[in-house]
């Protein structure tokens, strides 16, 4: 079907559009026509993933055009295997955090102008194959979760948005300083990703690894590195809970997939030279990351830091080099998102009801929140990485291919997963468990709550019985991207 991506990249600012047109005070209409065009984004990438050719290694669904030509720029689209997840997780939490938008009362209509903005920003991004319109729609990012933090948010909400601009813009500049660089390095001159990929990995050892750290920097950032990660418990704190949930399962993404778009292709040699330092990276985020987080006594911010130490995984697969890596780094990123989207949720279900996230005011919820209790203790199991659930493939597959080259590392980070197993057993018993407090009246999640979450639950239960409803779709992408080095 002829411009498929590109309706799915821009339906959601064709939703902006009509929203703008919609009276302020009509704040049914809004929600419910912005709750229509992100359904409309999910049917579509649905329909992609069904016509999507599973036995083809390259690029499907391309559309391309001049831009720019006096400097070789096109608006260039496509998706393969690394991608296709990735844009199917950010529609699916597109729409189901527009529909938690309950506690959104004030600026409504603002409110959701500024989300549509960042879902076409978010699906551009992974679906650019220019990497100038790749850095358009990955700024295109920045701006509105900086008002959807900083207007939305917390008391904190301001310091937690300008942390979060000031880190994000440093990775920013650092890549189109690293984007020009690679234009001018290469010959012929371009930004089209996929000529780049058979070019690039033609310039000297020095050059490649001058460009890597660049790129690495900025995607670093994002994803976030341990110590680039300080902005991401701010931010998750002082968010709304849809905006939290977009937050982890989807921004945090648009790194680790730079790391598989651009730095792996572009500069194997680079790659191979700084693997133990990813391979380090990614062993620091799982032990840290946990540790961290054991050290919280806000709810949302234990859940911030455990995906610091899932996003170590998602490193430690990328410095792999092989499938078994490979596989598991990409498979971990749909699960984290899928997983640590549901666990930011269930937070915003006790803190409707208590106004307070500290764990202090929790506790005894099994006995009085029967629903709520089942659905945290099932996302848990699944965060710890329990088998059969979707969590362990994804760990299991990246702690493999690493040992395979580092095999020091691959037992440090397994001993680090224990950390990881008890951190949130501990999480469980504090929530759940104990003598209920008398001062809040609780009351057990509604159907809409119920609702949101179920998509969550069996997507966790069907990736992690049968991997390969994911892994097909991505095994060929990753072998061509092994074999290329």
Wanted: hydrophobic share 60%; with cysteine.
């Amino acid at each position: 079907m002829p411009h498929l991506l590109t309706l799915i990249i821009f339906l959601p600012l064709a939703g902006a559009l009509a929203i703008a047109m919609i009276p302020s005070r009509q704040v049914q209409l809004i929600r419910t026509t912005a709750l229509i065009f992100n359904g409309a984004v999910l049917a579509a990438v649905t329909l992609v993933a069904v016509l999507f050719d599973r036995t083809g290694a390259g690029m499907q669904f391309m559309e391309s055009q001049a831009w720019i030509p006096q400097v070789s720029i096109q608006y260039s689209v496509g998706v393969d295997g690394i991608s296709l997840a990735l844009v199917f997780l950010t529609a699916l939490l597109g729409f189901l955090a527009c529909f938690a938008t309950t506690m959104i009362t004030k600026r409504v209509k603002e409110y959701f102008l500024v989300y549509q903005v960042l879902m076409t920003g978010m699906l551009g991004t992974f679906l650019a194959l220019d990497l100038v319109v790749f850095y358009i729609f990955w700024e295109t990012v920045l701006i509105p979760m900086f008002f959807l933090i900083g207007i939305w948010g917390g008391a904190r909400r301001e310091y937690a948005a300008w942390k979060f601009f000031f880190y994000t813009l440093a990775g920013s500049v650092v890549m189109l300083l690293a984007i020009v660089g690679i234009y001018f390095a290469v010959a012929p001159h371009t930004f089209n990703m996929m000529e780049l990929a058979h070019t690039a990995p033609l310039l000297s050892a020095g050059l490649q690894g001058a460009l890597f750290l660049m790129f690495f920097f900025a995607f670093a950032v994002k994803i976030p590195v341990f110590p680039f990660h300080t902005w991401l418990p701010d931010a998750h704190v002082e968010a709304p809970t849809p905006v939290s949930v977009i937050l982890a399962g989807v921004l945090l993404k648009m790194g680790t997939y730079g790391l598989f778009r651009v730095c792996v292709p572009f500069f194997p040699q680079a790659l191979m030279t700084f693997a133990w330092l990813l391979g380090v990276l990614g062993a620091v985020n799982l032990i840290y990351g946990a540790c961290a987080a054991f050290a919280q006594t806000d709810f949302k911010k234990m859940i911030a830091y455990s995906s610091v130490s899932h996003m170590g995984f998602v490193l430690l697969g990328v410095a792999a080099m092989n499938s078994a890596g490979f596989n598991g780094s990409i498979l971990e990123m749909f699960n984290h998102g899928i997983i640590t989207g549901a666990m930011f949720l269930l937070v915003g279900v006790v803190y409707e009801r208590a106004h307070t996230r500290e764990f202090s005011a929790f506790g005894g919820l099994a006995s009085i929140m029967p629903r709520y209790a089942f659905f945290l203790t099932f996302m848990a199991l699944a965060s710890l990485g329990l088998p059969g659930l979707s969590g362990f493939v994804g760990e299991f597959l990246s702690l493999a291919g690493i040992f395979v080259i580092f095999p020091k590392l691959a037992i440090i980070s397994a001993v680090g997963l224990i950390a990881v197993v008890i951190l949130f057993l501990v999480m469980v018993r504090k929530v759940l468990w104990g003598k209920p407090r008398e001062r809040i009246l609780w009351s057990d999640m509604n159907a809409g709550e119920v609702a949101v979450l179920i998509p969550l639950c069996i997507l966790t239960l069907v990736v992690g019985f049968y991997p390969d409803s994911i892994l097909q779709f991505q095994q060929q992408a990753v072998d061509m991207l092994v074999k290329a080095l």
